[in-house]
């Protein structure tokens, strides 16, 4: 009598580490899932921005709009700082930019008009 009972006992213990290690196994493989699935993400971006980098530091990145962008900020910040650390008043510093801005259109004018073909009146000519 008492060895059936030590078997249903066993039985019993086999039959529930069998079913936690089960559950347990179901779980640890969901994790790992994830984790591959992270994993490949990573790895993933990283490899786009080392591309991108290398890219970059061989020259080959023709991202134009960027590099535009980069310009126009940086000649917003220099003029910016160039307004505020400018030792003239406002009214004479805006004088200045006035008379500049005139002074290049004048020029810009005065060499299309020299590059300007003479036309002779007749067609083809």
Do not use: C
């Amino acid at each position: 009598m008492r060895l059936r009972k030590e078997n249903l006992l066993w039985n019993a213990l086999l039959g529930t580490s069998v079913y936690l290690l089960d559950s347990l196994r179901t779980r640890l493989s969901e994790g790992v899932d994830d984790l591959s699935d992270r994993a490949r993400d990573t790895y993933s971006t990283a490899s786009r921005r080392v591309n991108r980098a290398a890219d970059v530091i061989r020259g080959e990145d023709h991202s134009v709009l960027g590099s535009a962008g980069a310009l126009l900020l940086g000649v917003g910040v220099g003029v910016g700082l160039g307004l505020l650390l400018a030792p003239a008043s406002g009214e004479e510093t805006r004088g200045n930019i006035s008379n500049k801005v005139h002074h290049i259109g004048d020029r810009m004018r005065d060499k299309f008009q020299e590059q300007k073909p003479e036309s002779s009146g007749t067609y083809g000519a």
